[in-house]
């Protein structure tokens, strides 16, 4: 039996209690983050915290811990499960009240919770490359806000497990925004696209990390918009996130991207990239 995180302890995973009114289980009323663990160490987290506080304060939602008290909590669960390499998640609901749309009153406490799973890095994906389809983004207008709401998201990626995809990569009309749990890029003529930064998509931790990598490697960026017609002309597209982390897209609803080979461009950031990670990995040995 693992731990878990329950408020301010770490308890077994069977004393946790959840209250069948908590907003987060009726109402989807919380937010999360998703942290990835490298050889026992969380990476990124105080980005990851950042955002967990930022999304908390646009539901007007107060998270009664300060920051480093948070950051504590999460080693220590970390440690107690000796979690090696994994996720950990995180998340917290405006608490338990009786059902009613409108917030309850300041006298609710509210309920963070959070668990780790022991799960390997993405090594084949991101030596061989994925395939992706098109699913129109129906999702609501503030999707910088990582909610606990994802419906929208649970169906886009079901659309693309039974077309026999890794990912869908979700559009506005024509315009690119963002895969159902991933950024999306682009790169042509030795330019690196990604959508700006605004309400229609999550401003992705490995997101940031790679600008990071691109500036590093000497690779221009441009954060506009792109069309489903464009990303098809791309001459390398990949997808991002903490657990699928720099992930090439070769075929998107049977279109090969650069023929399925993928592109120098990525492999470079792929490399940049494990230098941002805590060590006792291997590099991905890049062919």
Request: aromatic content about 8%; some cysteine.
């Amino acid at each position: 039996m693992g731990y878990s995180l329950w408020n301010d302890k770490i308890v077994k995973d069977d004393e946790i209690v959840i209250d069948k009114e908590d907003r987060g289980y009726q109402f989807g009323d919380g937010v999360y983050e998703v942290i990835k663990v490298y050889n026992g160490e969380m990476f990124t987290a105080k980005e990851h915290i950042d955002r967990f506080y930022e999304s908390a304060e646009k539901i007007h939602l107060t998270i009664p811990y300060t920051k480093d008290k948070l950051h504590m909590l999460l080693h220590e669960l970390v440690e107690a499960n000796e979690l090696n390499t994994g996720n950990l998640y995180f998340q917290i609901t405006r608490g338990t009240a009786s059902r009613i749309h409108h917030f309850p009153g300041d006298t609710v406490l509210p309920v963070l919770t959070g668990n780790v799973k022991e799960s390997p890095r993405p090594l084949e994906n991101k030596e061989k490359g994925v395939k992706a389809t098109f699913v129109e983004d129906i999702r609501w207008l503030r999707c910088d806000i990582k909610s606990l709401n994802l419906l929208g998201a649970v169906l886009a990626k079901q659309q693309a497990q039974e077309k026999g995809c890794y990912e869908a990569i979700l559009h506005r009309g024509e315009i690119i925004t963002e895969g159902s749990s991933t950024n999306v890029f682009g790169i042509k003529d030795g330019i690196l696209y990604t959508h700006p930064i605004d309400n229609f998509i999550l401003n992705g931790i490995t997101r940031r990390v790679i600008l990071t990598c691109a500036k590093e490697i000497h690779l221009p960026v441009k954060e506009e918009t792109f069309t489903k017609a464009e990303i098809l002309q791309m001459d390398e597209v990949f997808v991002s996130s903490t657990t699928s982390e720099i992930t090439p897209v070769i075929d998107i609803d049977g279109v090969k991207i650069n023929h399925a080979v993928i592109g120098e461009w990525t492999r470079k950031l792929q490399t940049q990239f494990e230098t941002k990670i805590p060590n006792d990995f291997q590099v991905l040995d890049i062919i």
